[in-house]
């Protein structure tokens, strides 16, 4: 009889923990301690991997039109984020919020990157930033000075040697190995 107890007072709570639904007050206590922010900087590539998620192979997503994102529209968002924090202030313990940059292929939009980052280091606001990006290195000798000095996190996109890597295409059709690995080797 015990163990019955015990049985049904679990499936209670396993049943209240899927369908618990989320409520503004769950988004806004995320949002004041959010630990990452991505942002799609661009839905342009300089590769055309064969397996891309955009490619050939799938379909059913939305059409890749080379948009880049406007510093603008990243403003709107930091801005209200900072405002809150600055109201309702966000739990201390939560650790450093990341801010990372994805794409289609981010250095491709790297003045909208430097704005960023720029804006958010002149901020006042008491709370740790990281920077992070996945790149597929292509363009990363151009600003990998840049990057360095602003302790970027990188997630680089190589699939191995250069057999491995022989569906990452250059727009091309040609292996993307040889200047991914130049890139990363110096
Ligand atoms: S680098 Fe990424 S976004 Fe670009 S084609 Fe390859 S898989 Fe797609």
């Given at each position: ?8 007072s ?6 209240f923990?899927?369908?618990r639904k989320?409520n503004s ?18 839905d ?7 397996y ?8 059913g ?17 930091l ?11 966000p ?17 491709l ?12 280091e ?8 990281v ?12 600003y ?9 996190h ?16 250059d727009t091309?059709?040609r292996n ?9 080797a110096?």
């Amino acid at each position: 009889m015990g163990y019955s107890c015990y049985e049904n007072s679990f499936t209670i709570f396993f049943l209240f923990m899927i369908f618990r639904k989320i409520n503004s007050a769950d988004i806004y206590e995320n949002l004041l301690n959010i630990k990452q922010i991505t942002l799609e900087v661009t839905d342009a590539c300089n590769l055309k991997c064969k397996y891309c998620g955009y490619g050939d192979m799938y379909f059913g997503y939305d059409n890749r039109e080379a948009k880049y994102m406007s510093f603008h529209q990243v403003r709107l968002l930091l801005e209200y984020l900072f405002i809150i924090w600055e109201k309702d202030r966000p739990d201390s313990k939560i650790p450093k919020t990341y801010i990372s940059f994805y794409g289609g292929e981010p250095l491709l939009n790297m003045n909208l990157i430097m704005a960023v980052v720029q804006y958010i280091e002149h901020q006042t606001i008491s709370r740790d930033f990281v920077f992070s990006m996945t790149t597929n290195a292509v363009l990363l000798d151009r600003y990998m000075d840049y990057l360095v000095a602003h302790d970027f996190h990188l997630l680089i996109s190589l699939d191995g040697d250069k057999a491995a890597q022989s569906h990452r295409l250059d727009t091309s059709g040609r292996n993307s190995f040889d200047i991914v690995y130049k890139n990363i080797a110096i």
